[in-house]
């Protein structure tokens, strides 16, 4: 069975940076495109970006609400998708998952929390 | 305000049938396959449906997917309280080029 495993949510101050990992097993990792989703407290699923895989030229995709601060980036090596967040903000307070494929998103990882606040 | 619209929850008794609708757009749903999942309380989601009407191993057939024009539906049968969950469609927006998810519905089987 398909694991991803995310690590490196935490409370972080508004405007301060946090890099997430997503450690894949258990599937050819560097033949899928790899995205992050995201939920806030109470709220709905919410897409936060994807990155294709090397065959498709490794390009990256993002929300609208994170251009500019997010980066998504793969190291097919390790196995290992990360997501870089920087200038955070309070509303960027939600779990986020690691998901395998674009879509259809076929297997989620369980989450990791990341809060934002003072 | 989400791209895909779904009606907040619905409701049925056990046994019985329920749908949840999905509407977008033609830069959405009306060009790309949509997807669905069902997240249960304290969980991550899971996949559901896919490429409109296809479930993967091990989804039992009591789950269904249709789509027509710019809408789609997902369809559940016999009804168990272990169905009780949080609903989503998705799907790639082309104008947008995101993917985009309904709001969610959350079933509850009475």
């Known amino acids: 069975e398909v694991q991803l495993v995310e690590s490196g949510g935490g409370l972080v101050q508004p405007g301060r940076s946090l890099r997430l990992s997503c450690t894949a097993s258990r599937f050819t990792f560097g033949d899928y495109a790899m995205s992050w989703v995201r939920q806030a407290p109470g709220k709905g699923l919410e897409w936060v970006g994807l990155?294709?895989?090397?065959?498709?030229?490794?390009?990256?995709e993002y929300a609208a609400s994170v251009i500019g601060r997010f980066n998504i980036s793969r190291d097919d090596s390790k196995s290992i998708a990360y997501l870089q967040m920087n200038s955070l903000k309070t509303e960027d307070t939600a779990v986020y998952y690691c998901?395998?494929?674009?879509?259809?998103?076929?297997?989620w990882g369980q989450g990791t929390l990341v809060t934002v606040s003072s | 305000q989400s791209v895909l619209t779904q009606p907040p929850s619905v409701s049925a008794a056990p046994g019985q049938k329920v749908t949840i609708s999905c509407s977008g757009s033609s830069s959405n749903i009306g060009s790309n396959y949509v997807s669905w999942y069902q997240q249960l309380p304290g969980t991550a989601p899971k996949l559901l449906i896919y490429d409109n009407n296809k479930r993967p191993s091990g989804i039992p057939d009591r789950f269904s997917g249709s789509k027509s024009g710019t809408s789609a539906t997902l369809g559940i049968t016999g009804l168990q309280t272990g169905d009780e969950a949080d609903y989503y469609c998705?799907?790639?927006?082309?104008?947008?080029?995101?993917?985009?998810f309904g709001g969610g519905t959350k079933l509850t089987v009475l």
């Open positions: 998901t395998k494929g674009g879509l259809p998103i076929d297997y």
């Open positions: 998705g799907t790639w927006d082309i104008s947008l080029s995101a993917v985009v």
């Open positions: 990155i294709r895989s090397k065959t498709y030229g490794g390009t990256t």
